[in-house]
């Protein structure tokens, strides 16, 4: 009976691939399973002796866990953390570190009988007249505070309160019209001031408050109307231009500050904005049309008025609302009523307004980005209040229901507005992925000229030395902001340019690591295994990069950790003096290129500190785990296992 055997192919295939996994468990298990004797001494596989050589270092792995959790923030935190790089907003520069732009006092919570904000700032105003400041309240540049409230309206208490970009004004309750924070602009106060309105006398003595049916404040503006109808409007011309219009005008319902201009709703129920149609745009529930907000009256009568920086939100006395100018974010996107429902009454943020219906319900629409616009409807809101970023609600017994919108800034906000945490979010995968492929360019380009040079030698080593002496003499940062320069000139787009920017740091900064590569692979060469492939025939290619090339890969590996935070550096340094990548792109460099002055230094140091902490921890951690690399790598820095 012929006995079955196992064909030869299988055989073979069974015996490499035994062979494979022994060769697996050698190289990172050490010699558990060895087909044969050894003399009592365990001998442990390369990567263990790594990984043991370098956990022994304690700063190393601290430095290994900062730059891990470090990459992870920075690569995965952009998806939680949304930034739109054109966004600015004039309302919220240079805003400090501050978390509670939101956060009504306690005293104020149970008792609301107004709120008002224009930008960092906000100001409510309690049923009793004590008058309360939250949020970002700090002028460090004019060293002033808005909490700082004036003694008059602490001892008498308000009856109305207003606040606008960088000052408020308040009524006390025996009329005087009492104002603090800047005045610059002739926002209040009766001295002359160039190019301001200035304070109407007829408020120098003050006003009864039985008889002020509205205080209003802008950017730099400010405003009062009366009961009777006689407005006053005074502040910085320029910031509103057609500010003269308004300084004493009659029959006036309502008044309103945009960024640009004054608005007001006539007691005959026109729109009245001074000589020229500042709006000229008009969304409705049916979409958008092309005319001025009293063209689309037509005869109808405007009862309510609010505004943002760029819109206004009116409401006719058949309870139509349409918003007028140019739209963004949302703005001409109305809110979806009930069968019935109608707007009671409007009022106006920096981007987004809010309003309560006769079925006590509060919606906002606009700018919603920070949650401004994300209210709970119940049924029980009597009030409604637009902070600049922020909507409250109050019930009937004048409690706060609910606040939504932006709390703050936990890194505060540049010198344009932006949230200086989302563009180091953005920028530092900006700055880590530049450094990456710059280090993958020069690597690649001096891994392949140091072996060719080192291994082959003779004028194969002479011509690529040559060229790699060429190249080291040239100054390197220089000629990258030469060169970062001319492409300025190019009509290409910013993805096209800072790929072109990797790419000049990888062509500029391969020529240590080839000379390094190079003394490494003439020192290998010489050694009985090279000269052994070359006798059974091996291709010389061949053996330099897969049988040489192999020995200095811990040359390399350190090499490369070291650059990685050389290129860091290099970036940073171009785009902090303006040849790298451009503004409104965010890198860490060019983020401290905007703070290259005293004023931003001295007074608002968030704005510098923090990038320069993530860009110092990257650069200091890497530099840290590419030395116990070089150690662990280095037989002879490695101490045995006792």
């Not at 399973?33 to 009592?40: A, I, M, Q, S, V």
């Not at 601290?62 to 990459?71: M, R």
């Not at 309502?254 to 026109?270: H, R, S, W, Y």
């Not at 963004?328 to 009523?337: F, K, Q, Y």
Request: with cysteine; proline share 3%; hydrophobic share 45%.
């Amino acid at each position: 009976m012929q006995e079955n055997q196992t064909p030869p192919k299988k055989t073979e295939l069974k015996r490499a691939l035994d062979r494979g996994r022994y060769a697996f468990k050698r190289l990172f298990f050490g010699n558990k399973d060895l087909p044969f004797e050894t003399e009592g001494a365990e001998i442990e596989s390369p990567s263990k002796l790594l990984r043991e050589a370098f956990f022994r270092k304690k700063t190393a792995v601290v430095a290994l866990v900062f730059l891990v959790a470090l990459f992870l923030f920075v690569f995965i935190a952009p998806a939680f953390v949304p930034m739109d790089v054109n966004y600015t907003d004039p309302l919220q520069q240079n805003v400090a570190p501050v978390y509670s732009m939101r956060s009504v006092p306690k005293a104020l919570k149970n008792s609301i009988q107004t709120i008002d904000g224009f930008s960092g700032f906000t100001v409510g105003l309690s049923k009793e007249g004590e008058v309360f400041v939250w949020g970002n309240s700090r002028d460090r540049l004019n060293k002033r505070d808005m909490k700082d409230i004036p003694e008059s309206v602490k001892a008498e208490g308000a009856t109305h309160v207003a606040a606008g970009k960088d000052h408020i004004l308040a009524i006390t309750k025996s009329g005087a019209l009492v104002g603090w924070g800047d005045r610059s602009c002739g926002q209040y106060g009766f001295e002359s001031v160039l190019n301001a309105q200035t304070t109407p006398e007829a408020l120098r003595g003050g006003v009864l408050p039985t008889e002020v049916k509205t205080l209003v404040c802008g950017y730099q503006t400010s405003a009062l109307v009366k009961t009777d109808g006689t407005a006053y409007a005074w502040g910085n011309k320029n910031a509103a231009r057609n500010l003269s219009e308004f300084a004493h005008l009659s029959g006036v319902e309502k008044l309103a500050f945009t960024n640009a201009a004054a608005v007001a709703i006539l007691q005959n129920g026109e729109i009245f904005t001074g000589t020229e149609d500042i709006f000229t745009s008009v969304a409705t529930e049916n979409g958008t049309v092309y005319q001025t907000p009293n063209s689309y009256l037509s005869g109808r009568k405007a009862v309510e008025l609010a505004a943002t920086n760029k819109c206004v939100a009116i409401l006719t006395e058949d309870r139509e609302l349409f918003v007028s100018g140019v739209f963004e974010n949302g703005e001409n996107e109305l809110p979806t009523l009930q069968e019935g429902e109608y707007f009671l009454s409007l009022d106006g943020g920096t981007r987004h307004f809010v309003g309560v219906t006769n079925f006590g319900n509060a919606y906002a629409w606009g700018h919603g980005a920070y949650g401004q616009c994300d209210l709970q409807t119940d049924g029980k809101t009597a009030k409604a209040f637009a902070g600049a970023l922020q909507s409250y609600t109050v019930d009937g017994e004048d409690n706060l229901v609910q606040s939504v919108g932006l709390k703050g800034y936990i890194m505060g906000t540049d010198g344009r507005g932006r949230d200086v945490f989302a563009r180091i979010v953005h920028g530092g995968k900006m700055t880590l992925t530049i450094g990456a492929v710059a280090v993958l360019v020069s690597s690649v380009i001096a891994i392949v000229v140091g072996c060719v040079s080192g291994y082959f030698g003779g004028w194969v080593d002479v011509l690529l030395m040559r060229i790699t002496e060429i190249f080291s003499s040239i100054p390197f940062l220089p000629f990258a902001m030469l060169l970062s320069q001319i492409i300025k000139y190019y009509d290409i787009t910013e993805t096209t340019r800072i790929f072109i920017i990797m790419l000049i740091l990888g062509a500029l900064s391969w020529t240590g690591l080839a000379r390094m590569i190079r003394g490494q692979v003439l020192a290998e060469r010489e050694k009985e295994f090279v000269m052994a492939a070359r006798a059974i025939g091996v291709k010389e290619r061949t053996i330099a990069f897969r049988h040489v090339l192999p020995n200095v890969i811990s040359v390399i590996l350190v090499s490369m950790t070291l650059d990685f935070a050389g290129c860091l550096l290099t970036e940073s340094s171009l785009s902090y003096l303006g040849f790298g990548v451009q503004q409104p792109q965010p890198t860490w460099g060019n983020m401290l290129n905007g703070c290259n002055n005293s004023t931003v230094i001295q007074n608002y140091w968030w704005q510098w500190v923090f990038p320069s902490i993530f860009l110092s921890l990257a650069v200091i951690c890497i530099n840290i785990v590419g030395d116990a690399l070089r150690d662990a790598l280095d037989p002879k820095t490695v101490t045995k296992k006792e």
